[in-house]
């Protein structure tokens, strides 16, 4: 009977990894540096798109999230430029911010999905210049309990990994 309580824990535990996964970024235009360690970052930004819906404190909260993903994988992004690093700027374009319905979720997997995506821009520090740009998808729709008790809030914190995956080997 105890071996049948390990693996229900086991595998709820291993289901609840599935909100805060990284999804993998999409390059539309990959971001092309140099060498590794060449990229300072001087801000992260966001803005949605018309017709998002999205609260400043939404924002605020997912901006402060990407920055403490990015700053706990890579410490030295937001440290002062040195020698021949280039300095850079990280916005992200909200396209898509759904809560989804927690009871469609809890009935059945795949209804009421919780949907974040964005494009992600690496753009020149002191002009518009566009570095990189990525797509960046983060969905979750599994069902029962796990389905309709996660939140968007759990859902942000995968998105933020994955944006921290743009820079990977650029820092």
């Known amino acids: 009977m105890r071996l049948s309580h390990l693996s229900i824990l086991f595998f709820t535990l291993l289901l609840a990894a599935c909100a805060g ?3 993998t970024p999409v390059a539309v235009k990959a971001l092309d540096i140099g060498p590794k360690a060449e990229l300072r970052l001087t801000d992260v930004t966001a803005e949605v798109k ?3 819906v999205m609260t400043p404190g939404d924002i605020a909260r997912i901006v402060e999230q990407v920055r403490a993903e990015i700053s706990g994988k890579y410490p030295n992004a937001f440290a002062a ?3 021949g690093n280039a300095k850079a700027r990280l916005k992200m374009v909200f396209t898509t911010y759904d809560e989804g319905n927690a009871f469609a979720r809890f009935m059945l997997a795949g209804l009421g999905q919780i949907k974040v995506e964005a494009d992600v821009l690496v753009l ?4 518009d210049q566009v570095l990189g740009q990525y797509k960046v998808a983060k969905q979750f729709a599994f069902g029962g309990i796990y389905g309709g008790t996660t939140t968007i809030t759990d859902v942000e914190k995968g998105f933020a990994r994955s ?3 743009v820079l990977n080997d650029k820092l």
Do not use: H, I, K, L
Request: net charge negative; hydrophobic share 40%; aromatic share 0%.
């Open 124 to 127: 020149a520090e002191d002009s």
């Open 21 to 23: 996964d990284v999804a």
């Open 50 to 52: 018309t017709g998002v």
């Open 163 to 165: 944006v921290a995956e």
């Open 81 to 83: 430029p040195t020698g």
